[in-house]
């Protein structure tokens, strides 16, 4: 018998051909995700306290045991060391993370080196690095409003306080456009509205001993009723500080260390600011995630704050917020 | 859809046959793999389902078991310490100590506090925190509600006492209405028993840690407790839909959340009313019913490829017979169209039974055609040379009457040498006419008759032209039809010389070239116009009538109806020169005509 295949087969031949790829493209798909490597996230941060990111670490841990990934924390010796922080980056790269997640010790010029650098991997900033008003979309930040929670502690400092107090507000880390954001709505929501307002400005050494030698010698240098502090490593100086010195003033801080929520249950800090950094490691470690697996990114999401009183500390919304489940 | 269904009739029946079954065969095939898939898929969730109610009924088992360690130690606190023991008097220190330190793993504190919110006693003892007011806590609130009950509060942070270096619990409080006795009286007092919230979380970790889907807990209104994202559901990034499967009794249902469809488990934790809640999307059963999904999509092409190659074979061994004999039935109708012989032995036969049937069939109804054709072929072609002969055989009247006048006009004039001459002549024409019936003659005799007519026309025509009879002796006896030369002289005579003002020539030659015989007819007259002469020997010519060249037209048929091939005629004119007519025949000796006629004649008899 003659073989059935004619030019007329052809055509049936060729379909069933094409079925036969689209069935095997579909099948290498369907495991693709299945089957896919475990991604590598690096969350790369200032500063050399673990504890101190444990809110952002267990934010961005969440979304990565849920996406197949593992996270890395690497912290940095000093707190303010560019160089440092660089080589941190350029080894995850060269190790093979899939993604960066960066809280830049020097938000300009950790921002210009991913930007020269021009990494093939997702990277997004945590805590603000953009100066204010500058939108830059090819690496987004995720942050909280850092001038309005400046502008609010300010508030919260006008209204508890009476009109003729002096204000010392430690400004120190100002390569950090978050310190500097709250700093400026600070200044402008106390401006006018308090009796004096003193700048103590340390040089930074990305040391906390030598801040909190500075801090002490301003408070024995200079009389004031208010401290105002805008982050982790200046807030647990002051406190230090004054513990050394068995002083008391009335502190407004920016913080999420747990030194800093202890203080503000006891009668030490009067308010603090305090952003949602587990929300800021979920979104993240969400918007590379998606990225890596080349889904469509949404990084624009503002993340919350509050600004806590010791009244309200365990309100049931706060004490999530203030006290993260780790025992 | 018309497009379609033109193209569908269009198609082979090889086609049509396998395009049908494999539509079915796709369908069924579809059929059953949606079912299939369908109840597969129904026994994964099924499994899943019955695999997290073990889970939760086991993770039900281990909470009941922490919080009636938990209750038992508030009870004998209760019963046991503060109900027998007058506070004026004696203290409760040692054995809330004791208690404290046979379940400190589980627990963070143990209090008991007056209703004015002053603690008793407490354990493990540390400095209580300034400002904290008891009566404003929940617990401590709870606790007056109902009396007779103990109460679970929600995960919180316990905030009564100092903690050494910035430390934090997270606690589930018991609290309970207590009697307090002093100086025997009696008055209410609160117990807080604060379970380490750790030991809750730690229990829920580990079975969230392996297999699909996760487990929460949240109290009787759906205040969450424990949940695998529970920070980020208190942040807002994540929505549970916890209020709603608090409302539920114990079971298994399924809901649309948040976009995404979930199999639900809920149990109830026995006397806190707290509801252990196992939520699977089916998202997460993806994979498994993705390799599923997967490994059938496979199965389903093989057997796709396979049913089509067996249907395309199938038709192509039932279809091929059919279409071999729709072929050479076909190949027949183009012979018969191309005027060629119909030969039964062409038809196919072959294939099953019914097939061969009708090629056999097809076959003898074609020998039939063949036949009653040939005979109505055979039929045609006598009554054709019948009639053609007849047509020949026909003596013009007029010839006749002015060749008998003649005769007379000869004896009148006591010329009777020639009126016998004449006369025989006339009677030889008359006598090769005849030539016994027979079509076909010898060329000698043709070219007697030729010579007898041109004598009696001489005669007639007062030897106004002269005749030239050359004819190759070699040629005579081959064969000629009958009266084909007189009719070519007869045109040489009326429309070549009759008018001519000089004397005309007419000259008859016959010869062989190419093995083949030639006899032409030539004269000098004025020739044929091209006009004319392109229409002398078509069908046209038998329609114009007289003088129209009827003659030749007639010669020429009789000789194609005899003899097949190239043989006819040809006609060459000049214009003021003349024409040559010639007679194109097979050579064909007289002898072997007569013989062959003879076998056809005995053949047909």
Redesign the interface.
Known sequence: ?KL?INK??LP?LAV?VL??IV?MI??TM??A??KGKRKHVSLIVYGDDNERWENLR??VG?VCGQNDADVTLLTMLSEDDVGEQKDIIEREVQNGADALIIAACDSAAIREYISNRKLRIPVVFVEASTPSGLKLTDVPDICPDDYRMGFELGEALALNESDIVTVAVISGNLKRDSVKLRENGLKDAIEGKVGKVLSWTFDENGLSSPTRMFIQRALVSEATDVIVTLDNTTTDALLDAMENLNQSSKVYAISTS??A??YL?GTTIRALGYP?E??MG??AAMYVIDRTYARSAFAGKEI?YRIVRKEDM?D??N???L???V? | MDFIREEYKKRSLQWTISLSFTLISVLSIAAMTIAFYTHSTDTIRSNTIEMNKQVVDQVSLNLNSYIRNMMGISDTMCYSVIKNTDLTYERINKEMNLLYDANKDNLTSIVCATEDGAIIAASPVSARKPGVDLKREKWFQNAFDEIENIHFSTPHVQNIFENSNYRYYWVVSLSRCVELTNMGNVRNGVLLVDMNYSGIERMFEKVNNGGVGFIYLCDAEGEIIYHPMQKAIYAGLVKENNRAHASHLDGVFSEWFDGQERDVVVKTVGYTGWKIISVTTTAELAPDLGQMRNYLFMVVIIILILIIFGNYIISYVVTDPIRKLEDSIAYLEEGVINEEAMNEDDIFIGGSHEIRHLGRTIKSMIRQMKKLTDEMVKEQKAKRKSELDALQSQINPHFLYNTLDSVVWMIESERYKEAISMVTALAQLFRISLSKGNNIISIHDEIVHARNYLNIQKVRFKNKFVANIDVDPAIENYSTIKLIVQPLLENAIYYGVEHMDGEGVITLRGYEKDGDIYISVSDNGMGIPKEVLDTLLTDKARSRGKGSGIGLWNVNQRIQTYFKGDYGLIIESELDEGTTVTIHLPKIPIDEYRKEEGKNEAAHK
Do not use: C, H, W
């Open positions: 018998m059935p007329r087969s049936i069933l079925v036969i069935a579909f099948t369907g495991k995700p299945k267990q934010g969440l747990n030194k929520v202890y249950n949602d587990f929300s979920y979104l919350e365990y049931e919304n004490q999530t917020l006290f993260p489940f025992n």
